[in-house]
């Protein structure tokens, strides 16, 4: 008889602790930027940015639980959509 994932009690099973592992978790960000000479001491830099540029969807990590049914089970994810920023920075 296994008992690894037994209910909570008195008995508390031979699971090691972290035996559940989740998903690997995937990120890509990205940032281009320009600087621009306006004058001698006045520049602009413009700058562009990506974070998960590639709009990877995460999985957060399975319920760990034994009581709920949904034991083992991943639910959620994790982590931002893809979001992107525009600024503009006037050096002098």
Same mark, same amino acid.
């Given at each position: ?24 978790q !995937? ?7 320009q600087?621009?000479? =306006?004058?001698? !001491?006045?520049r ?18 399975p319920s760990g ?8 089970? =991943? ?7 893809? =979001? ?9």
């Amino acid at each position: 008889m296994d008992t690894a994932f037994v209910k909570a009690g008195n008995y508390f099973g031979t699971a090691s602790r972290n035996a559940l592992r989740g998903p690997g978790q !995937r990120n890509i960000d990205f940032a281009l930027h320009q600087t621009i000479p =306006i004058s001698e !001491r006045i520049r602009s830099e413009l700058r562009g940015e990506m974070f998960n540029a590639l709009n990877m969807v995460n999985f957060a990590n399975p319920s760990g639980a034994s009581t709920f049914t949904n034991f083992g089970k =991943i639910s959620t994810t994790t982590g931002n959509p893809r =979001i992107v920023q525009l600024a503009l920075k006037l050096l002098f």
